[in-house]
C-alpha cells in the first residue's frame, strides 16, 4: 500500500543523494517549480552541489551528516542506485524517501534484480551465478559463449563487466573483477536496445514517455532516437512491463527499464534503474516537461505533466571524454541543444554533456 503523502508546496526543500550531472539536472528542474534543493555527495566540487541552495560533503556513512541532511530537508530523492542501503534507512527514519528502499535495494544487485524481473514473469538473459571461478566454469559449460560477466553490484557504464568470446576465458574474465561475486548472462542476440522511461505517481497512476531506441558502444550509451523502430503493440507491451515492474516496487518518482528486442516481438529485460536515466534526457528538448520535472513533481505529490513529444523525431547524442571539446562548433548548429554537465576535468569515457536534435 501507498502511503498518504502531503503535497509540498513550492518553496519547500528537497534533499538529492548524489551529486552528478542527474542530481544537476534534477535540482534545476526542481528550481523551476520553485523548490529548492540540498545536495549530499561524499566528493567536493561536485557538478550538482554547484546549483543547488547548500551541498553536504560528507561520506555515506557519516551520521551526524546524514541526519544535518535529513533536518534540512522536506523530501529526500536519490540520483543513484549505489547510495549504500543503510545511509537511506537511516534517512527513512527522520523524513520521507521518494523511492523507497525497495527500489534502490532490489536494483542494487544484479542477482536479486533478475530474480525479481523473472518473479514477475518477464524475460531476461539467461544468467548463472558466480561465486568462485569454478562456479563460473561450470557456469561457462551451462550457458556457452559469447556471455558477459557482470560483478552483482556497483557495476555502471560498461565497468564491473567483462566479454567472454570464449570458453578459455574464464580466468582472466573472474581476475578482470577481482573475484567480485557475479553473474555470468548468456549472450542477447538483439535487433535493438529500447528503454522505458516512466513516472509513477504517489498514487500509483503512471506517465511513460515515447519508447526510447537506444544505441551502446562499450558497456556506454551514445545515441538515443525516439520514436523507435518498433511496432506499435511492442511499445505498448514494453510500457506494461516497465509498469508491473513499477507497481512492483511501489516505485515513486521516474524508473527506467532497459529491453533487448529479440526478431521482432520479444522483449528481453536487461536492467531496472529506479531513477531519471540517460536514454531520457532527450524530453529536456523533445517534451514540454522533462523526465527531471517529472520525477520531481512525483517525489513532492504534484500531478504528473504530459509526457506529449513535440517534435517527429528526436535524437540524443551523449558527448563522452573529449567529445566535448566540439562545445562551441555543436553550440552552433540549428535545431540541436547542447547540455553540459559542468564536470572540471575531462576523463575518457566520462559523460561530460550530451546534445538534443529535435
Ligand atoms: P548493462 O550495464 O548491463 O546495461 O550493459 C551495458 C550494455 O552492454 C547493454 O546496454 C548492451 O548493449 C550490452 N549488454 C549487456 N548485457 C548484455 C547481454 N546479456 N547480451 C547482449 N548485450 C549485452
Known sequence: ??????????????????????????????????????????????????????????A?????????????VDVVTFEFENVPAPSLAFLAERTSIRPGLKSL??????????????????????????????ALERAVGTIGV?????????????????????ISDTAEAWA??????????????????????????????????DVTENVHQGGILRTSTVPAQISEAL???????????AAALDHIGVLAV?????????????????????????????CAADQFQQHIRAVVHWPLAST???????????LIGTDVEAWADLAGQPDTFIHLYGKRAVRDGRKMGHVIKI
Open 105 to 134: 535495494q532490489l536494483t542494487q544487485d544484479r542477482l536479486d534484480e533478475k530474480q525479481f524481473i523473472q518473479g514477475l514473469g518477464l524475460e531476461t538473459a539467461p544468467y548463472a551465478t558466480c561465486d568462485t571461478l569454478e
Open 1 to 58: 500500500m501507498t502511503t498518504t503523502f502531503d503535497r509540498l508546496a513550492a518553496g519547500s526543500t528537497i534533499g538529492i543523494l548524489g551529486g552528478g550531472q542527474l542530481g544537476r539536472m534534477l535540482a534545476v528542474a526542481a528550481a523551476e517549480l520553485g523548490f529548492d534543493c540540498v545536495v549530499y555527495e561524499p566528493e567536493a566540487d561536485c557538478p550538482a552541489g554547484r546549483v543547488a541552495a547548500k551541498c553536504f560533503t560528507a
Open 176 to 209: 578482470a573483477l577481482g573475484g567480485k561475486p557475479a553473474i555470468l548472462e548468456g549472450f542477447v542476440s538483439f535487433e535493438r536496445e529500447v528503454s522505458v522511461i516512466l513516472a509513477r505517481a504517489v498514487d500509483g497512476s503512471f506517465a511513460a514517455f
Open 60 to 72: 555515506w556513512d557519516d551520521q551526524e551528516a546524514l541526519a544535518a541532511f535529513a533536518d534540512c
Open 258 to 286: 532497459e529491453f533487448f528486442v529479440v526478431g521482432a516481438d520479444q522483449l528481453v529485460v536487461n536492467e531496472i534503474a529506479p531513477r531519471v536515466h540517460n536514454s531520457g534526457h532527450w524530453t529536456q528538448d523533445g
Open 308 to 318: 506529449k513529444r513535440h517534435a517527429p523525431q528526436v535524437v540524443m547524442n551523449n
Open 235 to 245: 511499445g505498448t507491451k514494453a510500457v506494461e512491463a516497465a509498469s508491473q515492474i
Open 146 to 166: 559469447p556471455a558477459i560477466l557482470k560483478t552483482r553490484t556497483l557495476g555502471y557504464d560498461g565497468k564491473g563487466q567483462f566479454r567472454l568470446s570464449q
